[in-house]
Structure formats: structure tokens, C-alpha cells
């Protein structure tokens, strides 16, 4: 459930960032995206605390592994901007890389 809701509210708010960003210039469009997707990810694991799908202590890495995901996603997404199946997987690496990170967040911290 957490790779799925932190992956779709991250792409959503990309594209909500793209968008306010295209209405400025066409190189707004990118920055929007990339700063719309990053508050994305804050916002989506702040929200998984808060709907219980993640513990308090697992927030930090959460908010780490997901930016690393989407900063992944972001050039893939694009560079295969031309076909709406890449960019729609590509958001999928935000999830994964919030899970990975809280799995192995929690191993290091339980030393």
C-alpha cells in the first residue's frame, strides 16, 4: 500500500508542479516538476505516518529513499516523455525507493 499511495501522490503533485511551472516558461515546466515531485514525496510519507502505514522512526528514511527514487524516475519519465507507459512506471521507483530505504533503514538502526 505505501509504494502505491507514495507513488501516486509524488506523480501527482510532479504534475501539478509541471503545470504552475509551464505557465511561467518552458523550463519552468521541468523545475516544476522536479520541486513539485520533491514536496511530493515529503508530503506522501508525512501522510503514510500519519494513515499508519509507517512508523514515526521510519519517516527519515522514507523522505531519503523516495527523493533518491524520484530523482531516478524523473529523467527516465522525460527522456520517454513521447509514451505514456515509462513515465507512469517510472513514478513506481518513488515507492520502491521509500520502501527499500525504511527496510533497510530499519536493519542499520536495529544495531
Known sequence: ML???VSGSTGAAAVLGSVLGAAVNHAGLFIGALVGGLIGVWVAVRLSKTLRFIEANEVRPGILGGC???LLAAPLAAA???TPVIPILSVGLVGL???VSIKV???IGSR
Request: net charge positive.
Open 97 to 99: 525507493g521509500a520502501l
Open 105 to 107: 533503514g530499519g536493519k
Open 80 to 82: 520517454n516523455a513521447h
Open 3 to 5: 509504494v502505491f499511495f
Open 68 to 70: 533518491i527514487g524520484f
